[in-house]
């Protein structure tokens, strides 16, 4: 037999499959194996991807592999893997890196994460030197045996043992034991359990024929189009819909994918599924150890794990049988990765549902044009127990001055008068947004980057949050020696400043990048659902599916600003955003309301939001996009060019453009996009009426674009449906 190796290397130069020749001991291999190959001189790591009875190559020029890994990737995610490749124009190891075992893949993309404290794990040599032989101290040798029956925190091991951390680094030196950083509780990670929410036990009607129509399709004839769109208001009870879909499918014998925006800010999501299911629920959320993602994986892999709950890599879960796959809040940008594949899980979603006949289950409040375009529908349209969604008030900010309305801080006044909580949104972090001199007009920039520097008051700089360029705050302009740096522009520091003035004594809470790296986001929530009242003000983060029962005032400041970005998506983003936002708000028996402060509350997307019209928006939206050509009307692919010096990145652009010639396929640009961390960029926006032949076109004119000498200064990215 003939395996077909795609070899796990970042070189994109490297057109595989290869052709390895099997024998003996090596005969149980098939597609989704992983071998170690002898590749000229090296040896390399590879996926089968195809089995053949013959090769094109002559016998004696035929290698043979030198080993199969224990760990296998089900051959449907081997196809997978490779469609992703082909359709975000990325490489086939990288499409396939998706899908393999946590820790293999090419490099290309490695996750870091945000971990506490440091686990130790005895390694093979380890188990050996206990054998005799070794040397090894009373304390090490104490450690070592503590490590064979499993792994420690180094913490409790000095404890127990009395090998400190320097005793195990030295053993670690010798390759007896293994250090890594872990999370600090244990090996299944524990959800903490926000505003925990009692069994639920009877469906209502609304969420009872949602269900059913799930069941209808889960239940369907082969080639049926299994694919519904749940839009409910926010707190209708899409969550429940979801946890007896998912346990339809178990009775099923199949198994069930659970794709969630980010874990960190909404675990109340992924603890219901782990109440509900226990142990045959694995979660990835992102500050797992390397160790713990990759026993999550064996467990989906050996069927011990039926269920997944995950964000978007999640769709790559190594699960068979697979009955379901639920989008939660399907709306959410970090669906789409930024990063070399540049998939987007709500298509590979649909796509892996697709071929193995599953149902795809995309939920939200707020679905986007696409999915109410081409999806069935079912709705809930109503809050669980008949509640009112919030009154919205939208208020003109023309002549204002300061950052609050006065119905904002009347609204707010009634909250600290009752006691009670409040959820202030502005999406910019930071204390002000840029820096400007007062004598002579200089804005203080990036060096790497064409955008201004914000002022952190607290961390004393300001930087740039594009590449992470930081410098001391100035005291003086540097062009004309003026003392008088103004502050224009408020971010979420500054507003929380102020809220802690107007709401005092009540505590308030700040949740944007800068307050919640890593677990810094649970203990945010945590705190602010715990405290009796309080304010929560952040970014974007705020508007997240959060469930706090006891909120009754939304705000949004400055929520145009999204609107007056030059891009087609930013009614959409408005309107979510605000429609996401006042979702929080008035979940209680309190009820609640909602202000929103605009420079142009008659935009569009606002009116629409302010009415909870869902449905209103997005018949406009597809309207204007289906006269512009847009999504979901259309696809667009966005080539960004960058190179090191001016120049080479608009000439590689021009000549992309030129090599892109197909009928229906149209190109914009180039067009000079701000530097970068460092680097000019100039970017192509490509229209194509047919998907694939826009995706082809821009293929082949990338590939060779990028493999000639001419234009080899210049790097390139493609990104297909851009967000
Ligand atoms: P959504 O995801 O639609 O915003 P959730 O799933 O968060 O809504 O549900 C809102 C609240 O309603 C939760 O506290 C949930 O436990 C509760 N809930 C859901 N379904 C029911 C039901 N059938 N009966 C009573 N309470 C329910
Ligand atoms: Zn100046
Ligand atoms: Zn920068």
Not at 268 to 289: I, K, M, N
Not at 402 to 416: K, Y
Request: proline share 6%; net charge positive.
């Amino acid at each position: 037999m003939i395996a077909k190796v795609e070899p796990l290397t970042p070189a994109r130069a490297l057109r595989g499959p290869f052709d390895y020749l099997l024998k003996g001991a090596l005969e149980g291999v098939g597609v989704g194996t992983m071998l170690v190959v002898p590749f000229g001189s090296r040896r390399l790591l590879g996926v089968v991807v195809e089995m053949a009875e013959r090769s094109d190559l002559s016998p004696e020029r035929l290698a043979e592999p030198l080993a199969a890994l224990e760990a296998d990737v089900p051959p449907e995610l081997v196809r997978l893997g490779l469609w992703v490749a082909q359709e975000y124009v990325s490489t086939p190891a990288r499409g396939l890196s998706l899908v393999l075992p946590p820790g293999t893949g090419t490099g290309a993309g490695r996750r870091t994460a945000a971990r506490r404290s440091l686990a130790a794990s005895i390694t093979e040599a380890g188990c050996e030197a206990l054998k005799g032989g070794v040397r090894l101290g009373e304390r090490q040798q104490a450690a070592l045996e503590a490590l064979r029956e499993q792994p420690r925190r180094v913490t409790t091991l000095a404890r127990d043992t009395g090998c400190d951390h320097g005793g195990l680094r030295r053993l670690e030196k010798r390759g007896l034991v293994c250090l890594e950083r872990a999370l600090e509780n244990s090996r299944r990670p524990v959800l903490r359990g926000v505003g925990a929410t009692g069994a639920v036990t009877g469906l209502t009607e609304a969420q009872q024929g949602a269900l059913d129509e799930v069941v209808r399709r889960l239940d369907a004839p082969a080639g049926e189009d299994r694919r519904l769109l749940l839009r409910g208001v926010t707190g209708s009870g899409k969550t429940e819909v979801y946890l007896r879909a998912a346990a339809a499918a178990l009775h099923r014998g199949r198994s069930a994918i659970v794709l969630v925006p980010e874990i960190a800010l909404t675990p109340q999501t992924a603890s219901r599924f782990v109440e509900r299911f226990g142990d045959s629920v694995a979660v990835l959320h992102s500050r797992l150890s390397a160790r713990e993602r990759y026993d999550e994986w064996t467990r989906l892999r050996s069927g011990g794990a039926r269920v997944c709950v995950g964000p978007r890599s999640a769709v790559f879960a190594p699960l068979t049988e697979l009955g379901l796959i639920v989008v939660d809040e399907e709306h959410d940008g970090s669906y789409k990765q930024e990063r070399d594949p540049r998939y987007d899980a709500r298509h590979v979603a649909e796509m892996r549902a697709q071929a193995c006949g599953a149902v795809l289950l995309a939920g939200s409040a707020t679905p986007r044009p696409e999915s109410v375009l081409r999806y069935d529908r079912v709705e809930l349209r109503e809050r669980v127990d008949s509640r009112a969604l919030p009154s919205v008030e939208l208020v003109d900010m023309a002549g204002v001055s300061g950052p609050l309305h006065q119905r904002t801080r009347d609204a707010l006044d009634e909250v600290r008068r009752r006691g009670e909580k409040a959820i202030v949104l502005l999406n910019r972090r930071g204390w002000s947004n840029y820096l400007s001199c007062s004598e002579c007009g200089r804005v203080w920039d990036c060096p790497n980057c064409d955008v201004t520097l914000v002022l952190h008051r607290a961390a004393g700089r300001v930087s740039c949050h594009h590449c992470g360029h930081a410098e001391p705050v100035p005291r003086a302009c540097p062009d004309c020696g003026s003392v008088s740096v103004s502050r224009r522009g408020m971010g979420t520091e500054q507003l929380g400043a102020e809220l802690e003035r107007l709401v005092d004594p009540l505590p308030v809470f700040r949740l944007d990048a800068d307050t919640a790296p890593g677990g810094g986001i649970a203990r945010v929530l945590e705190r602010f659902d715990a405290a009796a009242a309080g304010v929560l003000v952040g970014t974007q983060m705020v508007a997240k599916g959060h469930d706090f029962p006891d909120v009754t005032l939304g705000v949004v400041v400055d929520a145009d600003a999204t609107l007056r970005f030059p891009d087609f998506r930013a009614e959409e983003r408005t309107f979510t955003l605000v429609a996401q936002l006042s979702g929080r708000s008035g979940r209680g028996p309190r009820g609640g309301k909602v202000v929103v402060q605009a420079l142009d509350p008659e935009a569009r997307a606002l009116r629409h939001a302010a009415r909870h019209d869902s449905e209103g928006f997005v018949h406009g939206e597809l309207e204007r996009r289906a006269a512009l050509g847009y999504p979901p009307h259309g696809n667009l692919i966005r080539v960004v060019c960058s190179s090191q010096e001016e120049g080479p990145e608009t000439a590689a652009a021009d000549a992309v453009r030129r090599l892109i010639d197909a009928p229906g396929v149209a190109v914009l640009g180039p067009a000079p996009l701000f530097r970068l961390v460092g680097r000019s960029r100039a970017q192509l926006v490509v229209k194509a009426a047919d998907r694939c032949a826009g995706i082809a076109a821009v293929r082949s004119a990338v590939e060779s674009v990028s493999s000639s000498a001419e234009h080899r200064g210049a790097t390139y990215a493609v990104d297909v449906d851009p967000q």
